[in-house]
């Protein structure tokens, strides 16, 4: 409902009683509005799109009505140019903010992604070194000379690289260039998670127990670590991410833990030095968005629940957070006000606590002084823009909105779609997008808010009290649907950078809508090319204890056995189907379809036999089954599929097959209709036949919301097949992905013992440690610190053997 020039008194303050639902404020205007309009019964309220629409009419009541208003304060006009320093879904995400604001966009970019996205989407763009961040990304001299070259006047950093490098911000400072971000001094202090412990407990936050001190010695440390007792966690002072953190449960792995987050530490963030602090069993990651400009205003936006992890990286976040008390929450959010001005901050800013599960108690964790990738939940409940709130403090003006009007409307989660293996232990993966196929976007991002009139005095903005807003009542939310994406299909996942690939988000009226919503988005998201993620999202998605909201870090290795379930055999349904496919593109004649391009090959007349293997997401393959497809005549088929050896055969009768085009398969099997996607994924031309998978053709069928790949195999590997085709020698420790060998600690001839750390990996910007599965001597080393090598590459061969 948009009220128009003439629309009537009764219908503008109609508006602004659902308005008042959407911004409380004990003292605004709206308020007053809605106690002097008839009462409205429930549902009376149209569905909207989102919350934001009906903020200018709730103002054009104000005026129609004659309600006082306050005048705004001069307001500084945005930047002409900015430079966005960074890549992927944050820097398309920045641009698209800053082009819906009239702000032109400058764009840097690695040798390896001149044809990325944010590249495109850029108004300039420029080339700062080759792949490795430390000579691209990392380059402040690079960087800063850009932005006198284009006459940018800001910098963006985003998330990641830059954005929480004091050094840069001072250097920007120093070059007359405006850092969009909080002081150096305030990235230095909350960038040391030693030193804001320390600030945090002045301010009266709790903190977690621990050694947050300057002494790195590793037994002192070992030693404060038994005073803690275990289990406890080692933690890059620096940095975030989960880089640099590991969890210790036993004495006995203290020191290897700590050389390996140390190491990490340093490669990531320049700096070694750790904290031990303790670690809490049954603990949920809650964190708070706040927000602070130049003039001494700080506001909570709320908080949101990142506690389903991996790797000590969160993969699913979701606003807000569910099971907190109107109390608890205003508590959270006065802690984490008075974090920020404890060290003056300014900007966009996450204060994250631990929440214990069992106690009920919160402490200070850390605070990001960024950006934080999730926070695109926030602006689903809020109805804000908080790139642009982030070009408004940058620029000199004061918050848009006091803390209390503020809304909190609706449920919101964000899924992080990213090139993975999650049955693999989450490892990255990395290739090209041969195919992407998303979920349909209803909402791109937030639109632009024209700053409202003060309620309060400023005083309101970091009172240390803060009220939860109101839960509303009147407000229908429609469904919808956003995605934050930076790679298109035929985009090339790269090992340098981080493995995310977009972030699926949604927005609904509570939170088991939500959760529909995105369980049917994700039934929607189709990616080949790469291992993804997607399916243990759905699957998580799915799980009872998260859709009861019984949340905790620990959430996946709890409920493992349930999260990956064994994979069950692809149905006699969907080989038919394959197999169909397989006939219908190889010999178009026999189809209804016009799909009629490519050449047709004939096998032995009207009956074909293929040999049809599932192949798992670890990559190996499990036994074949064989599917026999007769043509009646074009476009009807006899299909037998043998999927059990020495079982009767399925038998279907499938009439009118229709290969729509190169990925849609639409047929009737016994008189019952079927539609799958395939995408089919054959082997380079140059690549020879072999017993390897990576060598045959794959088929990618999606179907009723999973993805299953099949492999078609030759008739030569056919013929030779037996045992399992991926079998290797018992001791051959191969390379699970794309990666950097950063240490080599075994040579030939060695006896190494079980357990044994044998060669350390780097991919996308994680450590990966392989051992030896038993105890032996080392056969062969095929490897060698700081190179790149192939997945599936043979890196140590170890023969078994008493020592």
Known sequence: MIPSRHASANTLRRVAQTSARVIPSAVSHSVAAVKTGKGLKRGAI????????????????????????????????????????????????????????????????????????????ADEAYCIGPAPSSESYLRMDKIIDICHRS?????????????????????????????????????????????????????????????HGTNQDPQYLFDEALKIGFPILIKAVHGGGGKGMRTVYEPSAFFDSLESAQRESLKGFGDATVLVEKYIERPRHVEVQVFSDTLGNTVSLWERDCSVQRRNQKIIEEAPAPGLSPELRADLSAKAVAAAN??????????????????????????????????????????????????????????????????????????????????????????PLLYLSTPEPTHTFAPSLPPMSPATSNADLSHATILAPPTNTLLRIAPSVRLEQGFTQGSQIGVFYDPMI???????????????????????????????????????????????????????????????????????????QAALFAVLRDHPEQSTSPWTSLASRRFGGDVYEHIITLQTETGELEQPFSVHVKS????????SVHSTPGASPTEFHAVAAHLASATSLSTTLNAEAVRATIVSQRPPPHVPASSSPHTMERLHMFSGG?????????????????????SAAKGALKAPMPSLIVDVRVSVGEEVEKGQAVVVLESMKTETVLRAEFSGVVKSVGCVKGEMVEEGRELVDIEEGEL
Request: charged content about 20%; some cysteine; glycine content about 8%.
């Open 46 to 121: 149209p569905a909207i799109g989102h919350l934001e629409d009906l903020r200018p009419h709730a103002r054009a009541f104000a005026t129609a009505t004659g309600s006082p208003s306050s005048p705004l304060p001069p307001r500084k006009p945005h930047f002409d140019k900015i430079l966005v320093a960074n890549r992927g879904e944050i820097a398309c995400r920045v641009i698209r903010t800053a082009k819906k604001l009239g702000i032109k966009t400058v764009a840097v970019y690695s040798e390896v992604d001149a044809d990325s996205l944010h590249v495109q989407l």
């Open 151 to 211: 006459s940018a006047q800001a910098v963006h950093p985003g998330y990641g690289f830059l954005s929480e490098n004091a050094k840069f911000a001072e250097q920007l400072a120093k070059e007359g260039i405006v850092f969009i971000g909080p002081p150096a001094s305030a990235i230095v202090s909350m960038g040391s998670k030693s030193e804001s412990k320390t600030i945090m407990s002045d301010a009266g936050v709790p903190c977690v127990p621990g050694y």
């Open 342 to 431: 404890a060290v003056n901050y300014v900007g966009a800013g996450t204060v994250e606590f631990i929440f214990d599960n069992d106690t009920h108690q919160f402490f200070f964790m850390e605070m990001n002084t960024r950006l934080q990738v999730e926070h695109p939940v926030t602006e689903m409940i809020t109805g804000l823009d908080l790139v642009e709130w982030q070009l408004e403090v940058a620029a000199g003006n004061r918050l848009p909105l006091t803390q209390s009007s503020i809304p909190m409307v609706g449920h919101a989660f964000e899924a992080r779609i990213y090139a993975e293996n999650p049955r693999n232990d989450f490892l990255p993966d990395s290739g």
């Open 502 to 576: 977009a972030k699926l988000v949604v927005h609904a009226e509570d939170r088991t809508e939500a959760l529909r919503i995105l369980r049917k988005a994700l039934d929607e998201y189709h990616v080949v090319g790469v291992s993804t993620n997607i399916e243990f999202l759905r699957s998580l998605a799915g799980h009872q204890a998260f859709i009861d909201g019984d949340v905790e870090t620990g959430f996946i290795p709890k409920h493992r056995e349930e999260l990956f379930p064994p994979l069950p055999d692809p149905s006699p349904e969907l080989l038919a």
């Open 632 to 639: 009646l005549q074009s476009g009807l088929f006899d299909i």
């Open 706 to 726: 999973r993805k299953t790949t099949l492999v078609l195999p030759s008739p030569n590997w056919l013929i030779s097949l037996g045992g399992d085709v991926l």
